[in-house]
Structure formats: C-alpha cells, structure tokens
C-alpha cells in the first residue's frame, strides 16, 4: 500500500507558496498588500501547475477565481471581510463538490486519487465523508479564527493551517485506507502484469 508520496514535492511546494506570500507581505506591509500578493502568487501557482501537471485542475481554477474576486472586492471597498471569508467560502465549496461527487461511479475523489488508492466502493464513501467533515471543520475554524483574532494573529493561523490541511487528508487517507482496501484490484494487477511478463 505504497500510495503516499512525500509530502514535499514540486506539486506541494507550489500550493503552499500564495500561503507564504501572503504571509510573508503581510508582516511587512499589511493585509491589503497581502491581498494583492496573494492574487498575483495564485495566479502564478495555477500557471506553474498547469506547466508541472499538463492540465488545468479544477481546485486550482476555483481557488484562483475565489481569491482573485473577493481579492478584488476587498481592495476595491477597502474591507478585509471578503479575503477573510475566502478560506470559508473555499472549504465550503470543496465539501459541496465531494458530496455531488458522491453521486457519481466513480466518485469525484475515487477519480482523483485513484490511480494510487484502491479502496471498496463503501471504502471509497468513508474517506470521502471524512474528507467532507475535515473540509467543514477547515470552515468553521476560519470563521471563529477571523472573527476573534487581530488580522496578524488570523494570517499567521491560515498560513500554519495551509501544510496542516494537506497533512491532515493525508493522515485521514492513510488511516482509513487500510481498512478499506480493495485486495481483488491488487490481484487483478499482480495477474495482468504476471501475463504480460
């Protein structure tokens, strides 16, 4: 069951970078300037990615459409509200779109990931609903995070929580994998790669 690959990679790094940014140009001159870091560091993420992976990922185009126009609605009403709500309003979207992705053979996530995860099709309904709750957990901590914390406290916990996000579906993926692994896709492997040697 060798389907993680290291967390650090190309792919990674490159999602994670906005969250640098955004970080980093907040320090040193605040969250409109982040704001508008950010746009232009997702812009170029998606770009990147779509060099890297050969296509256009529809997370990826979501996100980058999110930041860019409550980005956008921020800088031009000058209120901080809209880039706030930006992580809610993804982790929303993202939970909504695994849940249709339910009705759906394969599922959304069995299409995604599973060049690499075998798993039953009730294993398949399992991560994706845990998948679901860590997505609306993500949500509702944003909410309470930007609504208590000064801005500075809130940025330094979005840009801690973009590694933590992707750790956590991978620690939800790897626990629940092996209880749901699909043994007769593997046989169905070994015998084709049997025959063709």
């Not at 880039?83 to 695994?98: E, N, S, V």
């Not at 099709?121 to 609306?136: E, K």
């Not at 330094?156 to 956590?168: E, H, K, S």
Request: charged share 15%.
């Amino acid at each position: 069951m060798d389907f993680l690959k290291p967390l650090l990679t190309i792919r990674t790094a490159n999602e994670l970078f906005p969250a640098f940014v955004f970080f980093v140009v907040n320090l040193g001159w605040g969250l409109m300037a982040a704001t508008g870091a950010v746009m232009i560091a997702t812009l170029i993420a998606v770009a990147s990615g779509v060099f890297i992976e050969r296509r256009l990922p529809v997370l990826a185009l979501v996100t980058l459409v999110l930041v860019l126009s409550l980005g956008s609605a921020s800088l031009l009403l000058n209120n901080e509200v809209f880039i706030k709500i930006r992580p809610t309003i993804g982790d929303c979207l993202f939970a909504g779109a695994l849940a249709a992705g339910l009705l759906f053979r394969p599922s959304l996530l069995e299409r995604a990931l599973g060049a690499s995860v075998q798993l039953t099709a009730h294993g398949w309904r399992v991560v994706t609903m845990s998948w679901i709750a860590f997505a609306l957990s993500l949500a509702v901590l944003n909410e309470v995070a930007w609504r208590t914390l000064d801005t500075d406290s809130w940025v330094a916990v979005r840009t801690a929580l973009a590694p933590l996000t992707i750790v956590g579906y991978v620690l939800i993926t790897r626990f629940l994998a092996p209880r749901y692994w699909d043994d007769s896709a593997d046989e169905a492997e070994a015998v084709a790669g049997h025959g063709k040697g």
